[in-house]
Protein backbone atom coordinates (compact mmCIF):
# COMPACT_ATOMS: atom_id res chain seq x y z
CA UNK A 1 0.00 0.00 0.00
CA UNK A 2 1.37 3.62 -0.72
CA UNK A 3 -0.74 4.94 2.19
CA UNK A 4 -1.56 8.71 1.85
CA UNK A 5 0.00 10.26 -1.31
CA UNK A 6 0.32 13.66 -2.02
CA UNK A 7 1.34 16.39 -5.01
CA UNK A 8 2.92 18.44 -5.59
CA UNK A 9 5.70 18.38 -2.83
CA UNK A 10 6.74 22.24 -3.43
CA UNK A 11 4.75 24.91 -4.76
CA UNK A 12 5.06 28.50 -5.62
CA UNK A 13 2.48 30.43 -6.64
CA UNK A 14 2.10 34.46 -7.30
CA UNK A 15 -1.34 36.09 -5.46
CA UNK A 16 -4.16 35.23 -7.40
CA UNK A 17 -2.72 32.32 -8.92
CA UNK A 18 -5.45 29.45 -8.28
CA UNK A 19 -4.24 25.58 -7.81
CA UNK A 20 -5.75 21.92 -6.46
CA UNK A 21 -3.46 20.04 -3.97
CA UNK A 22 -3.85 16.69 -4.92
CA UNK A 23 -3.90 13.76 -1.63
CA UNK A 24 -5.04 10.20 -2.55
CA UNK A 25 -5.36 6.71 -0.20
CA UNK A 26 -5.64 3.36 -0.74
CA UNK A 27 -6.41 1.95 3.06
CA UNK A 28 -10.57 2.52 1.82
CA UNK A 29 -10.74 4.62 4.92
CA UNK A 30 -14.04 7.03 4.68
CA UNK A 31 -12.40 9.82 6.76
CA UNK A 32 -9.90 12.39 5.05
CA UNK A 33 -9.03 15.98 5.78
CA UNK A 34 -6.96 18.91 5.13
CA UNK A 35 -4.38 20.41 7.46
CA UNK A 36 -2.18 23.64 7.35
CA UNK A 37 1.38 23.49 9.52
CA UNK A 38 2.27 27.38 10.69
CA UNK A 39 5.46 27.79 12.67
CA UNK A 40 3.83 28.46 16.50
CA UNK A 41 0.22 27.62 15.25
CA UNK A 42 0.82 23.69 15.08
CA UNK A 43 -1.47 21.94 13.19
CA UNK A 44 -5.04 23.63 12.13
CA UNK A 45 -7.96 21.76 10.12
CA UNK A 46 -8.94 23.62 6.89
CA UNK A 47 -11.85 20.65 5.76
CA UNK A 48 -13.04 17.01 6.07
CA UNK A 49 -14.76 14.37 4.34
CA UNK A 50 -16.81 11.43 6.12
CA UNK A 51 -17.11 9.78 3.00
CA UNK A 52 -17.90 10.54 -0.71
CA UNK A 53 -19.71 13.20 -1.36
CA UNK A 54 -20.14 14.62 2.07
CA UNK A 55 -17.49 17.38 3.29
CA UNK A 56 -17.69 19.72 5.64
CA UNK A 57 -15.27 23.06 7.16
CA UNK A 58 -12.97 22.87 9.56
CA UNK A 59 -11.27 25.80 12.06
CA UNK A 60 -9.92 27.80 8.68
CA UNK A 61 -11.85 26.74 6.08
CA UNK A 62 -11.59 30.21 4.44
CA UNK A 63 -9.90 30.57 0.52
CA UNK A 64 -10.26 26.51 0.34
CA UNK A 65 -12.11 24.55 -1.58
CA UNK A 66 -12.63 20.57 -0.95
CA UNK A 67 -14.97 17.53 -3.15
CA UNK A 68 -15.06 14.16 -2.54
CA UNK A 69 -16.22 12.20 -5.57
CA UNK A 70 -14.45 9.21 -4.43
CA UNK A 71 -13.54 7.37 -1.59
CA UNK A 72 -9.70 7.54 -2.56
CA UNK A 73 -9.54 11.13 -3.27
CA UNK A 74 -9.64 14.28 -1.67
CA UNK A 75 -7.93 17.36 -3.70
CA UNK A 76 -8.08 20.83 -1.85
CA UNK A 77 -8.69 24.19 -4.19
CA UNK A 78 -7.10 27.44 -3.32
CA UNK A 79 -9.36 30.13 -5.27
CA UNK A 80 -7.58 32.82 -5.31
CA UNK A 81 -4.00 31.84 -3.79
CA UNK A 82 -2.71 34.88 -0.96
CA UNK A 83 0.67 35.23 0.95
CA UNK A 84 -1.31 34.40 4.21
CA UNK A 85 -1.71 30.68 2.71
CA UNK A 86 1.89 30.37 2.75
CA UNK A 87 2.03 27.18 5.24
CA UNK A 88 2.80 23.07 5.16
CA UNK A 89 -0.15 21.30 4.04
CA UNK A 90 -0.98 18.03 5.37
CA UNK A 91 -3.23 15.41 4.03
CA UNK A 92 -4.46 12.96 6.70
CA UNK A 93 -7.54 9.59 6.63
CA UNK A 94 -8.47 7.29 8.59
CA UNK A 95 -11.29 4.60 9.26
CA UNK A 96 -14.24 6.45 10.07
CA UNK A 97 -14.70 5.92 14.32
CA UNK A 98 -13.82 7.31 17.37
CA UNK A 99 -10.31 6.52 18.56
CA UNK A 100 -8.81 5.33 14.58
CA UNK A 101 -5.45 6.66 13.95
CA UNK A 102 -5.06 9.30 11.48
CA UNK A 103 -2.39 8.47 8.61
CA UNK A 104 -0.96 11.93 7.14
CA UNK A 105 0.43 12.41 3.91
CA UNK A 106 4.13 13.82 3.24
CA UNK A 107 3.34 17.38 3.16
CA UNK A 108 2.86 20.07 0.22
CA UNK A 109 4.95 23.08 1.03
CA UNK A 110 3.03 25.73 -1.03
CA UNK A 111 5.13 29.75 -0.91
CA UNK A 112 2.33 32.04 -2.47
CA UNK A 113 4.58 35.47 -3.12
CA UNK B 1 -14.94 25.75 22.70
CA UNK B 2 -12.33 22.70 22.46
CA UNK B 3 -8.10 24.04 23.08
CA UNK B 4 -5.17 21.92 23.81
CA UNK B 5 -2.20 23.52 24.88
CA UNK B 6 1.36 22.70 25.05
CA UNK B 7 3.23 25.70 26.84
CA UNK B 8 6.63 24.15 26.00
CA UNK B 9 8.06 25.61 22.40
CA UNK B 10 11.51 24.01 22.69
CA UNK B 11 12.22 20.91 25.46
CA UNK B 12 16.03 20.24 25.87
CA UNK B 13 16.92 17.47 27.84
CA UNK B 14 20.26 15.16 28.06
CA UNK B 15 20.35 11.79 26.80
CA UNK B 16 19.14 9.45 29.82
CA UNK B 17 17.32 12.27 31.54
CA UNK B 18 13.81 12.01 32.32
CA UNK B 19 11.33 13.61 29.91
CA UNK B 20 7.65 15.13 30.38
CA UNK B 21 6.17 17.05 27.69
CA UNK B 22 3.37 18.80 28.72
CA UNK B 23 -0.29 19.02 27.51
CA UNK B 24 -3.78 20.40 28.65
CA UNK B 25 -6.65 20.62 27.12
CA UNK B 26 -10.16 22.31 26.85
CA UNK B 27 -13.60 20.81 26.01
CA UNK B 28 -16.71 19.81 27.80
CA UNK B 29 -17.02 16.30 26.49
CA UNK B 30 -15.48 13.07 27.16
CA UNK B 31 -11.89 13.80 25.70
CA UNK B 32 -10.18 11.15 23.70
CA UNK B 33 -6.57 12.00 23.12
CA UNK B 34 -3.09 11.06 21.49
CA UNK B 35 0.34 11.88 20.62
CA UNK B 36 1.57 12.44 17.21
CA UNK B 37 5.41 12.57 16.27
CA UNK B 38 6.86 14.25 13.53
CA UNK B 39 10.64 12.98 13.24
CA UNK B 40 12.89 14.87 10.81
CA UNK B 41 11.95 14.45 7.35
CA UNK B 42 9.48 12.45 8.30
CA UNK B 43 5.15 12.67 8.13
CA UNK B 44 3.67 12.99 11.05
CA UNK B 45 2.74 9.76 12.95
CA UNK B 46 0.93 8.41 16.03
CA UNK B 47 2.89 7.83 19.05
CA UNK B 48 0.26 6.75 21.57
CA UNK B 49 -3.60 7.08 22.09
CA UNK B 50 -4.94 7.38 25.53
CA UNK B 51 -7.30 4.76 25.52
CA UNK B 52 -4.99 1.80 24.61
CA UNK B 53 -2.88 2.78 27.65
CA UNK B 54 -0.29 1.37 26.05
CA UNK B 55 3.44 2.02 25.77
CA UNK B 56 5.32 3.19 22.69
CA UNK B 57 9.31 3.74 22.90
CA UNK B 58 8.88 3.66 26.13
CA UNK B 59 6.86 6.65 26.09
CA UNK B 60 3.69 6.88 28.36
CA UNK B 61 0.81 9.29 28.85
CA UNK B 62 -1.85 9.12 31.80
CA UNK B 63 -5.11 11.17 31.01
CA UNK B 64 -6.15 13.54 34.59
CA UNK B 65 -9.33 14.68 34.04
CA UNK B 66 -9.38 16.78 37.43
CA UNK B 67 -6.41 18.46 35.91
CA UNK B 68 -6.91 18.39 32.35
CA UNK B 69 -4.15 17.17 31.16
CA UNK B 70 -2.43 14.53 29.01
CA UNK B 71 1.40 14.39 29.67
CA UNK B 72 3.82 12.69 27.60
CA UNK B 73 6.58 10.64 29.77
CA UNK B 74 9.58 9.00 29.16
CA UNK B 75 12.41 8.20 31.87
CA UNK B 76 15.07 8.04 29.93
CA UNK B 77 15.70 10.02 26.98
CA UNK B 78 17.36 8.77 23.93
CA UNK B 79 18.51 10.80 21.03
CA UNK B 80 16.37 9.35 18.60
CA UNK B 81 13.03 10.75 20.46
CA UNK B 82 14.33 14.39 19.22
CA UNK B 83 11.28 15.51 16.72
CA UNK B 84 8.39 17.48 17.04
CA UNK B 85 5.47 16.18 19.11
CA UNK B 86 1.95 17.35 19.15
CA UNK B 87 -0.70 16.41 21.79
CA UNK B 88 -4.35 16.32 20.04
CA UNK B 89 -7.80 16.01 21.03
CA UNK B 90 -11.01 14.69 19.12
CA UNK B 91 -14.33 16.49 19.79
CA UNK B 92 -17.97 16.50 18.48
CA UNK B 93 -19.41 13.11 17.26
CA UNK B 94 -16.48 12.27 14.60
CA UNK B 95 -12.92 12.53 13.79
CA UNK B 96 -11.44 16.20 13.84
CA UNK B 97 -8.78 16.50 15.65
CA UNK B 98 -7.58 19.69 17.09
CA UNK B 99 -3.83 19.69 17.89
CA UNK B 100 -1.91 21.92 20.14
CA UNK B 101 1.27 24.23 19.04
CA UNK B 102 3.48 21.80 19.74
CA UNK B 103 6.81 20.77 21.08
CA UNK B 104 10.29 20.11 19.75
CA UNK B 105 12.17 17.30 22.06
CA UNK B 106 16.06 17.69 21.64
CA UNK B 107 17.86 15.17 23.36
CA UNK B 108 21.30 16.36 23.68
CA UNK B 109 24.48 13.73 23.89
Known amino acids: NAGVTQTPKFQVLKTGQSMTLQCAQD?????MSWYRQDPGMGLRLIHYSVGAGITDQGEVPNGYNVSRSTTEDFPLRLLSAAPSQTSVYFCASSYHDRGYEQYFGPGTRLTVT | AQRVTQPEKLLSVFKGAPVELKCNYS??????LFWYVQYSRQRLQLLLR??SRESIKGFTADLNKGETSFHLKKPFAQEEDSAMYYCALITGGGNKLTFGTGTQLKVEL
Open chain 2, 50 to 51: HI
Open chain 1, 27 to 31: MNHEY
Open chain 2, 27 to 32: YSGSPE
